[in-house]
């Protein structure tokens, strides 16, 4: 398996616009998170997914965030409109019965800018 | 919330031995893990342990727990200069919710 992979890389935006960040996890994996790295915070979740259902969406920041899986094998991150506090690393990670004793596997991340 | 906190810095000489302090709040987190991360890439998973055991060691690798502290620590044998990255530690309740420390950068001078 190729492992979590994330697309794009990187992305430069102007704030106000939309970004959309994607996801797709290790087949097989039932859960699927979202994260966002930045120096003042850290690594935050976000948002998790069982079974391609939102369980846990209270790390959401703001409305204008908000994420999709509509099947196992996809997930999107969307922020509309972006605004430059919104830079940070972003990471899916995903794991095959839920972090409490299985290994959470990580993307590369993508780092966003808004400009 | 639980809080997890950790020192930001760590240089070692090669060959020496690292130690990686990390301290956290809720006394019911079950599960503590060490995540390793190299530039330009994701969280990768070292070890873990579980609060029923003290330690845990895994070739050049050791994890021991103070529960009564709090306090998690993982030690390095042998460092190498491959082992320069970010070292996040990171508990879970079992809740599926794992909360991270800031990290710590840990440079090996040769």
């Known amino acids: 398996d190729a492992g979590v992979i994330q697309s794009p890389r990187h992305e430069v935006t102007e704030m106000g616009q939309e970004v959309t960040l994607r996801c797709k996890p290790i087949s097989g994996h039932d859960y699927l998170f979202w994260y966002r790295q930045t120096m003042m915070r850290g690594l935050e979740l976000l948002i998790y997914?069982?079974?391609?259902?939102?369980?846990?969406d209270s790390g959401m920041p703001e409305d204008r965030f908000s994420a999709k899986m509509p099947n196992a094998s996809f997930s999107t991150l969307k922020i509309q409109p972006s605004e430059p506090r919104d830079s940070a690393v972003y990471f899916c990670a995903s794991s095959l019965t839920g972090v409490s004793q299985e290994k959470l596997f990580f993307g590369s991340g993508t780092q966003l800018s808004v400009l | 919330g639980e809080d997890v906190e950790q020192s930001l810095f760590l240089s070692v000489r090669e060959g020496d031995s690292s130690v990686i302090n990390c301290t956290y709040t809720?006394?019911?987190?079950?599960?503590l893990y060490w995540y390793k991360q190299e530039p330009g890439a994701g969280l990768q998973l070292l070890t873990y342990i579980f609060s029923n055991m003290d330690m845990k060691q895994d070739q050049r690798l050791t994890v021991l727990l103070n529960k009564k502290d709090k306090h998690l620590s993982l030690r390095i044998a042998d460092t190498q200069t491959g082992d320069s990255a970010i070292y996040f530690c990171a508990v879970s309740d079992s809740s599926y919710k794992l909360i991270f420390g800031s990290g710590t950068r840990l440079l090996v001078r040769p």
């Open positions: 997914f069982n079974n391609n259902v939102p369980i846990d």
């Open positions: 809720d006394s019911s987190s079950t599960y």
